[in-house]
Each structure stands twice: as C-alpha cells, then as structure tokens.
C-alpha cells in the first residue's frame, strides 16, 4: 500500500484532495457524498464581504429607514441563490457541515477591505471550522491606484483577518502581480499559514445583440494548470508556508504535478462539479496504481521534487524556458 497522508495548515490529511470551494459545498448531503468518495478536506464556498454588508446595510435600512441609501450596495448582490444567503446563515451551514461530517472542514471569506465584515471570520471560526481560507479578489482598474497601494490593501486585510482568529489560515490570491514572490512573502507575514495559488479569474463576455456584459463561467482544463504549478515550484521553499494548488487539477498526474512542484494539496471544483464526487474514488485508484507502477511509496516522497530548488533545470522554469519553449513550436505550412 502506497501512503497517501499529507499535511496542510498543520491538518493531518488521508491523502492530497480537497474539495475547493464551489457549490457542491451548498448541500450537506454532497459534502457527505464527497466524504464518502474519499476526499480529504473540503472548503466550503465562500461567504462574501457584499453579503456581510448587504445585510448590515439592510438593517441600518431599516433603523433608520428613509434617510439612507442602500440601493447601489444591493446591486452587487444576484438576489437569488447562495448569494442571497444571509451572512449568519452560512455561519449556520457550516456549523451543519461540521456536524455531519469527520474529515476537516475549511471555512472560506471572500472579500478585499478591511472593516467590520472581517469578525465573520471568528464567527467561522466558532462555528468549528478547522480552517480558514481568506480569498481575496480585486481588480485594480483605478490608473491611480499604485501597485504599492493595492499590495498594502491585501497585507492588512491578512492581518485584520489573522487578529480575529487562532485557526489556521490560508490566503487565495490570483496570479496578477508584479512581484509575486514579494507579495506572497509580505502575506505569509503578515500571518498566513498557507498560500493557495490561484485565484481563477472569469473574464465577462460581451453580447453583441444585447450590447450587454454577460457572465458565463466556463470550467478549467488540465492545461491551465501549469500558471500555478510554476509560480508553487518556483516559491516552494522561498516562502515559508503551505501551498495548495487551485486551477486545472483534473486527473491523477495533475495532482501528482502539483505535489512535484510543492503543493500539500491538490484543489478540485471543476473537475468534480463535471463528473461528480464519486471522481474523487476513481483518482485516488488512479493515484494508487500509478505510484505502484512507478515505485513511490508515498505522496511525502514526491513533494517539492520538481521544485525550482530540486529540479535538474531550474532555469526552465525561469526566463530560459520562454525561449526554449517558442523554439519548440513547429509550424507546419
Ligand atoms: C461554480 C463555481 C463557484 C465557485 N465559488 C467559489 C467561492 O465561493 N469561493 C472561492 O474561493 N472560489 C470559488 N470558486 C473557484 C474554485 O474554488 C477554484 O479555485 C477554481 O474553480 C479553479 O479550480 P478548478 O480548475 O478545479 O475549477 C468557484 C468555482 C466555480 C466553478
């Protein structure tokens, strides 16, 4: 038997799968499907900044009704399904999910200011979460707003979110910045444990007809796994903490990829929310027989192994590769 236990967050995990955060977490019953199919860890969807302050503008609303405006507020928020949740009610959710589960249970807050909203993460935490996955999303479309600015903006919304809580905590963040490697050394400091790499972005269409923005969430592939294998190989080891590969890990060798590169975990939404949680069953058979083939006797064993640090080439994970890999193109006329 190969052994599949890793460890992320200070968790101890049966093997590398966690469930990111998508809807399959809405439904008690699919958590448990998950559990069942073998997944390790599961983060729940997000509970968003907009919600906590939708609701606490609605009862200012109320309090003092006539004299404040809240309606521009309200028209972030789609008004029906999980968004329209309230705020205590996910609290609640995930007080059920907790219960009905035994595998570790990731509480998620999805926001970009620092204030009020952030003492939901203590809530999370009361609620029994093993966890905390801080994910932080903002584009930065002020042409005065610095690179500077916006790197401060996230460093002290880790640390108002760190204040409120003694659970671990891992930060979600997208692949946009100018100095990644800094960015990500300034959020460990400022008390992440984990790093979860990367926020996927999803860019609205526009309808021609309609001359409207419309949003349509498109799936990952496998192949846009390799932005966030990168950028964990090249951080592995730099930076002190966890890191949790999220985007495009669809099968056995993807996650065996981003163990290579340094991963503890391997995140899944797309791929499970396709085929369903019984998939997890079928990778981990997968994960098992391919690791006998090729005599690993542990996840342990492969972790970091292709990590900038060990590699035989770590320049082709760096500037080199850029040219190496444009010359590898045959166009054929
Ligand atoms: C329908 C859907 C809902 C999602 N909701 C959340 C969310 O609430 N919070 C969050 O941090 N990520 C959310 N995500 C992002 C996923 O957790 C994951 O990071 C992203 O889909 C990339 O992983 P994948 O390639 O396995 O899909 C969502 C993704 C999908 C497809």
Known sequence: MVDLTTSYLGLKLKNPLVASPSPLSEKVETVIQLEEA???A????SLFEEQVIHESL??????????????EALTYL???GRYSLSADRYIEHLHKVKEAVKIPVIGSLNGVSSGGWVKYARKIEDAGADALELNIYYLPFDPNLTSTDLEKTYVRLVSDVRSQIRIPLA???GPYFTGMANVMKQIVEAGANGLVLFNRFYQPDFDVDELEVSPNLVLSTSDELRLPLRWIALLYSQIKADFALTTGVHTARDVFKAMMAGASVAMMASELLKNKPGRVAEILVEMENWMVEHEYESIQQMKGSMSAQTTREPHALRRSNYIKVLSSFK???
Do not use: C, N, Q
Request: avoid cysteine.
């Open 38 to 40: 073998g997944i390790a």
């Open 42 to 45: 599961v983060v729940l969807h």
């Open 58 to 71: 609605e009862l200012d609303h109320y309090l003092d009704y006539g004299t404040y405006s809240f309606s």
């Open 78 to 80: 789609p008004d029906t």
């Open 171 to 173: 930060v979600k963040v």
């Open 331 to 333: 166009y054929l006329p």
